[in-house]
C-alpha cells in the first residue's frame, strides 16, 4: 500500500466571486461530526453582509478551517451545483485517478481522518484552526484504486446489514411508544380495573362535593355534550370538566429570573419538561410575601407547560413532589392544584393519553411560532373520574406497566448504542487493513 500526502490528491480551489445585490445565491450547511453537507438557504445578495465570497461546487470536498477538529467537512452532493462561501471554508477538487469519492468519503468518516484534523489545528483551546499547510502535509495510507473499490464494497455490504438491524430497533422503539399511548388510553376507561372494581365495591363521587371544595371563583363550567363523552365508562365513574376538580389555577410569575441573582428559586420548563422534577439549573429571583404565598406550591400540585415552541410540550406536566415551601414558578407554567377527590399522578396520566392530547393539540393556538393553551381551554377539558381508591389502583398498574416500557426502551437505547459503536470498530478495523 503506497503513502501517500492529502496534497498529492487534493486540490486547493480559489473561486472568487463579489455578491452582487440584485443576485440570489445558494448557501451552505456543513455539519460537525461528519454529519454532511447540505444546502442552508438561498439568500439577495442585498441580504449578505461578506460581498467577497468563493464558489463550491458539487462533488468538491470541502472543511470548515474552524470546526474540522470537530467533523465538519464533507463532500458537496452533486445537486448543489454550486453555492457561495466564505473565507472560513476550504474546498478542493479530489483526484478521482488516485482516489474514489466513495473511498473518500468513507475514509474521512473514521476517527483516524479527525485525528489528522486535530492534530494539523493551531491556537489556544477555543480558538483552533486548521493550518491547511500541516494538513496538506500529512501522509495517509492510500491503497489503489482496486482495493480502495473492495474496501467500499465490504463498507457497503457492513452499512446495509447495519442499517437494517438500526430499522428494526428503531420500528420497535416505534411500537413501543405506541403500546404506552394504548395502555394508557385502556387505563382511562376502566379496562385494567375491571376485576378490582369487581372485588372493591365503591361510591360515585358526588359532584356537588367537587364544588364544594373548588375554592375558584368562577363561571359554572357548560355540561359535557354527548359527543364530547368519547368512551361509554365503567358504573360510579363520572364525566367531569377538568376545572370542576381543581381547587384552584393559576400563571406563574413574569419577573425576569437570573443564575445567581435573587434568594427564591423558580421553576421553569427546562425543571419539569421531562415529567418529574429536576432541580437542575435553578434561576432566582426575589418575592414580597403576598408574591410568595400567591403563586406558592404544595405537594401533589400539578405545573403544566402552557406556552412552548413545541406543540407536542403544551400541556405537559410534572407534579410537584418536594417538600420544601421555597419553591415558586415561571410565567410559561400553570399551577394546577386538583381537590381532595383528585389523585394527582392519575390526572398526570390522563395528561399523557391520546384522548386529551388530541384535545390538547387540535384547538392548539400559535403565537409568532410559539404554541398556546389558556387556563380557561384546560379548565374546559373533559375528564373520566373514577372514583378515588380506584385512581390510585389504575395509578398503580400504570406505574408497574411503564417501568417494564422503561426498561425495554433502555434496552434498545443500548442496542442502537452498540449498533453506532460496532459501525466505528468496523471503519476502524477496514482501513487499518
Known sequence: ?????????????????????????????????????????????????????????????????????????????????????????????????????????????????????????TGVTNRQYLDEKTFLNLEIPLPSLVEQEAIVQKIKGFMATHSQAKAQIEALQTDLKAYRKSILQEAIKGNFTATWRANNPTEKIDLKTLKKENTKKQKPLAAIKIDEMHFELPQNWSWVRLGEGLENIKYGTSKKCESNFGKTPVLRIPNVVLGKLNLEDLKYADFTEEERKDISLNVGDLLLIRSNGSKNLVGKTCIYDNESKDFLYAGYLIRIRPVHHFNSYYLQYVFETPFIRNQIEAPIRTTTGVHNINSTEIQNLPFPLPPLTEQAEIVRILEEKMATIAAAEEQLKALLAEQSLLQKSMMQEVFRG
Not at 88 to 115: A, L
Request: glycine share 6%; with cysteine.
Open 1 to 121: 500500500m503506497n503513502v501517500k500526502k492529502i496534497k498529492d490528491f487534493l486540490f486547493r480551489v480559489r473561486d472568487t466571486l463579489q455578491i452582487q445585490d440584485e443576485e440570489t445565491y445558494k448557501r451552505l450547511t456543513i455539519r460537525i461530526r461528519h454529519q454532511g453537507v447540505s444546502l442552508r438557504d438561498e439568500a439577495r445578495g442585498t441580504n449578505i453582509g461578506t460581498k467577497s465570497q468563493f464558489w463550491a461546487k458539487g462533488g468538491q470536498f470541502i472543511v470548515s478551517k474552524i470546526d474540522a477538529r470537530w467533523g465538519a467537512f464533507g463532500i458537496i452532493p452533486d445537486y448543489i451545483d454550486k453555492a457561495i462561501i466564505t473565507g472560513n471554508f476550504w474546498t478542493y477538487e479530489i483526484d478521482t485517478k488516485q482516489v474514489t469519492m466513495e473511498w473518500f468519503h468513507f475514509f474521512t468518516s473514521t476517527e483516524q481522518f479527525v485525528q489528522i484534523c486535530k492534530f494539523a489545528s
